[in-house]
């Protein structure tokens, strides 16, 4: 296993592994976020999240979250340069758009947009959680955090935010677009059948995934 | 009714491997739409050679699109504007009268440019000596149907001994990856029995030497199995990585 993480499947295998794994924590993001629509008291989105910050499971995850994070970024930069280095001398005129789509070609460039947004979105929401001084509020004799206040602020009080969580939620989605089917074919789970059915299921989950974290400052933008 | 064209060509030269390279601009006249590439490349070397030029180097042999020797990255896409075809079955009829057409060699660091429009592919046949065979014990021939092997195996296999080698795939691929060459040249023997008793073995071996030579990795842009003149399919890359990964895992 020696070099197995400098050949050029190994860094892949990384890459697709961990994308797997940020899919998965995605899911669970976005579904405990679609509570914000359905309870303007907030109690059904604190509660939700309440649970995700007191379950034990979840702590344990939290910061094989983070190194899923750091792992996808670092093996992102090592492969782009090693692609990179493949053609020192480029082409004067090329039709790549004939071949592939833009997402795909430039997965670097997405990636590092919803970095980006991550940086902003951590300073916003994850900090702020973590550090304390958000108001308590009860619920059912429980006291808790009122993130729901937190988040709806945001919302309610800045345009500009509700617009760059919409622009992140489409950038995601174009990374998902191609990164989703792309992570199965490089872990080998492909076919000449699963091929073009892992494309379809992966253009929706991208659609699903960009539309429902753009609809919650639509949402707030709109309602208030 | 033979149709003629004029073009302007933009034709990278370099003169030798070491040599910086430029485009130059040529202008050809009454060229038949009916004739192939190669064949108004000729039509321009003839050109250069009575005005006392050096002619055009570049690479052709069996002009039928079966060896794979020649290549051309024209107007943006390895093998010119037609689907499914190599350079020499691209026809005139294609472009446009008056129009530039842009001629540049396969670009890559594992294939150096030679001269010209030349590169040197020997890459991808060290890529094949290093484990893109069958190691036969010698003997009698064995009978055709001793081992039984389905149809949709069979043809499958075929679909991807289709791959003549010419290096569409790593012309196309933004990373200059040679992934849909290496699981052509894998899966042909992967599928068939006398193949899978070396699958692990080859597959490591190949992957090393891809990676050695300085090609880039797959990212799955499926540049590859567009501009293939042969429509190798990347569900052969998905085939190479399932046998990669399993040749490393049972390390």
Same mark, same amino acid.
């Given at each position: 296993m020696s070099n197995f993480l400098t050949a050029s499947i190994g860094r892949k295998f990384i890459m697709s592994i961990?994308?797997?794994?940020?899919?998965?924590?995605?899911?669970?993001?976005l579904g405990v976020n679609l509570l914000l629509l359905f309870d303007d008291s907030g109690e059904l989105f604190n509660l939700g999240a309440n649970f995700m910050a007191t379950n034990p499971l979840i702590k344990v995850m939290e910061p094989v979250l983070g190194l899923g994070f750091v792992v996808h970024i670092i093996w992102s930069f090592l492969i782009s340069l090693q692609n990179y280095k493949a053609?020192?001398?480029?082409?004067?005129?090329?039709n790549a758009a004939y071949s592939s789509t833009w997402a795909s070609r430039n997965m670097l460039v997405l990636g590092a947009l919803?970095?980006?947004?991550?940086?902003?979105?951590?300073?916003?929401?994850?900090?702020?959680?973590?550090?304390?001084?958000?108001?308590?509020t009860m619920i059912d004799g429980v006291e808790m955090h009122n993130t729901y206040a937190l988040v709806a602020g945001l919302f309610k009080s800045s345009v500009l935010y509700c617009i760059l969580y919409i622009i992140g939620g489409a950038l995601l989605g174009f990374h998902l677009g191609h990164g989703f089917w792309s992570a199965f074919q490089t872990i080998g789970m492909s076919n000449q059948y699963w091929l073009k059915r892992l494309q379809c299921i992966g253009k929706i989950f991208a659609i699903v995934v960009a539309v429902g974290f753009a609809i919650i400052p639509l949402y707030f933008l709109i309602k208030f | 009714m033979e149709n003629t064209i004029n073009l302007t060509l933009k034709v990278w030269r370099q003169n030798g491997p070491k040599d910086k390279g430029r485009?130059?601009?040529?202008?050809?006249?009454?060229?038949?739409?009916?004739?192939?590439?190669?064949?108004?490349?000729?039509?321009?070397?003839?050109?250069?050679?009575?005005? =006392?030029k050096e002619?055009?180097? @570049?690479?052709?042999?069996?002009?039928?699109?079966?060896c794979g020797m020649c290549s051309l990255y024209i107007n943006g896409r390895p093998h010119g504007p037609d689907d499914d075809v190599t350079t020499c079955q691209l026809h005139m009829r294609k472009f446009k009268d008056g129009e530039t057409v842009t001629i540049e060699p396969w670009r890559a660091a594992a294939f150096p440019v030679i001269k010209d429009l030349m590169v040197d592919r020997t890459a991808f046949d060290k890529i094949i000596a290093a484990g893109g065979y069958v190691s036969v014990s010698t003997g009698g021939v064995p009978d055709a149907n001793a081992i039984p092997i389905p149809k949709v195996d069979a043809d499958e296999a075929m679909d991807a001994a289709s791959c003549i080698g010419c290096g569409a795939c790593?012309?196309?691929?933004? =990373?200059?990856?040679?992934?849909? @060459?290496?699981?052509?040249?894998?899966?042909?023997?992967?599928l068939l029995p006398q193949g899978r008793v070396e699958a692990k073995a080859r597959a490591k071996a190949m992957i090393a030497k891809m990676d050695e030579l300085g090609f880039g990795g797959c990212t799955n842009t499926g540049a590859c199995e567009v501009e293939c003149p042969k429509g190798v399919s990347i569900t052969n890359i998905a085939r190479l990585n399932r046998q990669y990964l399993a040749a490393r895992f049972s390390e």
């Amino acid at each position: 296993m020696s070099n197995f993480l400098t050949a050029s499947i190994g860094r892949k295998f990384i890459m697709s592994i961990s994308g797997l794994f940020l899919m998965m924590f995605i899911c669970v993001h976005l579904g405990v976020n679609l509570l914000l629509l359905f309870d303007d008291s907030g109690e059904l989105f604190n509660l939700g999240a309440n649970f995700m910050a007191t379950n034990p499971l979840i702590k344990v995850m939290e910061p094989v979250l983070g190194l899923g994070f750091v792992v996808h970024i670092i093996w992102s930069f090592l492969i782009s340069l090693q692609n990179y280095k493949a053609r020192p001398v480029g082409y004067d005129k090329s039709n790549a758009a004939y071949s592939s789509t833009w997402a795909s070609r430039n997965m670097l460039v997405l990636g590092a947009l919803v970095l980006v947004f991550l940086v902003m979105h951590i300073i916003q929401f994850f900090i702020p959680v973590k550090t304390g001084g958000l108001e308590a509020t009860m619920i059912d004799g429980v006291e808790m955090h009122n993130t729901y206040a937190l988040v709806a602020g945001l919302f309610k009080s800045s345009v500009l935010y509700c617009i760059l969580y919409i622009i992140g939620g489409a950038l995601l989605g174009f990374h998902l677009g191609h990164g989703f089917w792309s992570a199965f074919q490089t872990i080998g789970m492909s076919n000449q059948y699963w091929l073009k059915r892992l494309q379809c299921i992966g253009k929706i989950f991208a659609i699903v995934v960009a539309v429902g974290f753009a609809i919650i400052p639509l949402y707030f933008l709109i309602k208030f | 009714m033979e149709n003629t064209i004029n073009l302007t060509l933009k034709v990278w030269r370099q003169n030798g491997p070491k040599d910086k390279g430029r485009f130059e601009t040529y202008k050809v006249e009454n060229i038949s739409t009916d004739s192939s590439f190669l064949e108004m490349m000729d039509i321009l070397n003839e050109q250069l050679i009575k005005e =006392n030029k050096e002619p055009v180097a @570049f690479d052709h042999d069996c002009r039928e699109g079966i060896c794979g020797m020649c290549s051309l990255y024209i107007n943006g896409r390895p093998h010119g504007p037609d689907d499914d075809v190599t350079t020499c079955q691209l026809h005139m009829r294609k472009f446009k009268d008056g129009e530039t057409v842009t001629i540049e060699p396969w670009r890559a660091a594992a294939f150096p440019v030679i001269k010209d429009l030349m590169v040197d592919r020997t890459a991808f046949d060290k890529i094949i000596a290093a484990g893109g065979y069958v190691s036969v014990s010698t003997g009698g021939v064995p009978d055709a149907n001793a081992i039984p092997i389905p149809k949709v195996d069979a043809d499958e296999a075929m679909d991807a001994a289709s791959c003549i080698g010419c290096g569409a795939c790593v012309a196309a691929c933004k =990373n200059s990856s040679a992934m849909l @060459f290496v699981s052509a040249k894998v899966s042909q023997l992967a599928l068939l029995p006398q193949g899978r008793v070396e699958a692990k073995a080859r597959a490591k071996a190949m992957i090393a030497k891809m990676d050695e030579l300085g090609f880039g990795g797959c990212t799955n842009t499926g540049a590859c199995e567009v501009e293939c003149p042969k429509g190798v399919s990347i569900t052969n890359i998905a085939r190479l990585n399932r046998q990669y990964l399993a040749a490393r895992f049972s390390e």
